[in-house]
């Protein structure tokens, strides 16, 4: 094995820190300042807010992550390079200290003013987000989070969820093979109830933190100005509402989204998605919304993040949504893309397991939990489809419980045939989890044959279900035309509807419309939608066309 004298243009190291040239530096000194820097001289710290960018004309700096062993070097500068990772176009706190090693000239750029570059300038624009990207990857595992918990922990699952699926670098000790680590604990008096610990930007310390509690701790959304009035705020981070994101920040609008947990929806647990336009050996959902969440903030559009809206106030434009802590944000169009919800079995004790033998995605994460075990997926869409070829890779056995009889009405054909081919996938079609049992976390689980009506108690500790949506939508039973399973009515589905709820307007809705003019609903929460990524995505563009044409009526 050996390295080349000179690196490749295509390695991805080059990639991640490549060196500016004259013009590209031209373009950038005509929107920024010069400055004089020092050996010594600390040009940003983590948890700094508005860090700026800048460019090395001459001199040198280290990029280093403190941590409690001291510093850990992530990234060196020289002349022609520059800095900054996803957090200049994200706007989120920094996470790294940027030191001057050699003085020099350095040309600094506001993050307004990056952005402002980025909008304009394509070539930049690609150089940079390639390396932001690339950058944010190899700092992963390095950031200024550690995260103290078990395996066992149905909260250490949450929380290393919620980091990972917003793209937040972190480093997780495990406290079942780490003893010094718990002795550390048990040397605080840190409960099991307490347990996951996290210790957040070198600073606080958390005890079992809500993900409300840890995004404000990472400042998560400290950029969001809610006094603001929003020309459109989009509620849900899913593939329409990021489509919806990425237009109208591209056609000018001010656009916030607000995500309860984490950007992708159902789409962003699954593990390959392979028959979404473009991508013939398949993308992960986390992977497509995290390339989308780029898209959007490079345009301008804000995420709010670990909040959930709870109530609409419709009464007179602007909307007014409220938020879970109280709070309220106004907006002159609303798009609605919550998708739905996987349905739950009607078990007496299914709280006990969630996150402890239950889980609603199958991601890395959740594979590591169950490897050489036997699992069971319950469900008979794509999504389950897709859960069990990726957990066969690692699982024991799969066992597949459908409650219908075939699988051709709700799945793909490619994944029924690699389904029907895989030794290690079981399926039992209109079969039914009935009874779950376990101590601490999920030991066994028991189905019923609902054609035979004979049941069977299976050693399963790990369930993933994925059987049925509901869209959760009881925020707008007061505002909204609802159909009977509670998605919403748009276009001319509303041709039907009568009393207070019946649209309004001279003019018919719009085709995305709901029966509140100025309202817009997108994807698996709007009645009668095509259950496909690709589908959501093209609703979510669509979208912001006709909110164009709302907001013209103001």
């Known amino acids: 094995m050996f390295s080349p004298l000179l690196p490749s243009a295509l390695d991805a190291r080059t990639q991640a820190f490549p060196v500016l040239s004259v013009s ?5 000194r005509s929107c920024s300042r010069s400055r004089q820097v020092a050996a010594g001289d600390i040009l940003f710290e983590p948890g700094d807010e508005n860090v700026p960018f800048y460019v090395l004309l001459s001199g040198g ?19 022609g390079e520059f800095t900054g990772e996803m957090t200049m176009i994200s706007g989120r706190r920094c996470l790294v200290r940027g030191r001057v090693t050699e003085p020099g000239e350095f040309l600094e750029l506001t993050g307004d003013g990056l952005r402002s570059l980025v909008a304009r300038d394509a070539e930049l624009s690609d150089l940079f987000m390639r390396a932001f990207i690339l950058r944010r990857l190899v700092s992963h595992g390095q950031g200024n989070v550690i995260l103290l918990g078990s395996r066992h922990s149905a909260n250490t699952l949450r929380l ?8 937040y670098p972190y480093r997780y000790v495990d406290l079942d ?12 008096e840190v409960t099991p109830s307490e347990i996951p610990v996290v210790i957040c930007s070198g600073r606080s310390v958390l005890r079992n933190p809500s993900n409300q ?16 009035v929003c020309d459109l705020i989009i509620v849900g981070a899913g593939p329409a509402g990021l489509a919806a994101a990425v237009y109208a920040g591209s056609e000018g609008l001010d656009v916030l989204m607000i995500e309860t947990t984490a950007p992708g929806g159902q789409a962003g647990s699954s593990s390959k998605i392979e028959n979404y336009l473009g991508f013939p050996t398949g993308i992960s959902g986390q992977e497509l919304a995290t390339r989308a969440i780029v898209q959007a903030e490079k345009f301008g559009a ?11 106030e419709c009464a007179r434009r602007p909307f007014k949504l409220v938020l879970d802590n109280g709070n309220s944000l106004a907006a002159r169009a609303i798009v609605i893309a919550t998708g739905a919800q996987y349905n739950e079995p009607s ?4 709280d006990k397991f969630k996150g402890q033998g239950i889980y609603y995605g199958a991601t890395f994460m959740e594979a590591q939990l169950c490897e050489r075990e036997d699992v069971a997926v319950v469900g008979g869409g794509n999504s389950a489809g897709q859960a069990a070829v990726f957990l066969s890779q690692t699982a024991r056995k799969v066992y597949m419980l459908v409650r219908s009889g075939k699988l051709s009405d709700t799945m793909s054909r490619y994944l029924i045939q690699r389904i029907e081919e895989n030794p290690a996938i079981e399926l039992h079609y209109k079969t039914e989890i009935v009874g779950l049992a376990g101590d601490t976390h999920l030991e066994r689980i028991t189905w019923r044959d609902k054609v035979s009506g004979d ?7 790990h369930v993933f279900i994925m059987a049925g949506a509901s869209p959760r939508t009881e925020w707008l039973t007061d505002c909204l035309a609802l159909d009977n399973k509670g998605f919403i009515l748009t276009g001319h589905d509303l041709d039907g509807t009568t009393g207070t709820l019946a649209w309004s307007r001279a003019r018919p809705p719009y085709m995305l419309e709901t029966s509140l003019p100025g309202v817009f609903a997108v994807g698996d929460v709007r009645s009668s939608n095509v259950k496909r990524v690709a589908s959501a995505v093209g609703e979510g563009a669509i979208s912001i066309s006709l909110v164009h044409r709302s907001l013209a009526e103001l």
């Not at 290393?160 to 793209?167: K, M, T, V, W, Y």
């Open 24 to 28: 590209q530096i031209e373009r950038i």
């Open 61 to 79: 700096m280290e990029i280093v992550q403190p941590d409690l062993a001291g510093e850990h070097l992530m990234a060196k500068h020289g002349p």
């Open 160 to 167: 290393r969820e919620f980091l990972s699926r917003n793209g």
């Open 177 to 188: 093979t780490d003893n010094t680590s718990q002795e550390l604990l048990d040397r605080f």
């Open 213 to 228: 509690d840890l995004a404000d701790c990472l400042g998560f959304n400290t950029t969001i100005d809610e006094s603001q």
């Open 302 to 312: 804000r995420m709010m993040v670990a909040h959930r809206v709870v109530r609409l």
């Open 347 to 350: 078990l007496s004790n299914l």
């Open 455 to 461: 049941t069977s108690d299976h050693e399963i500790r």
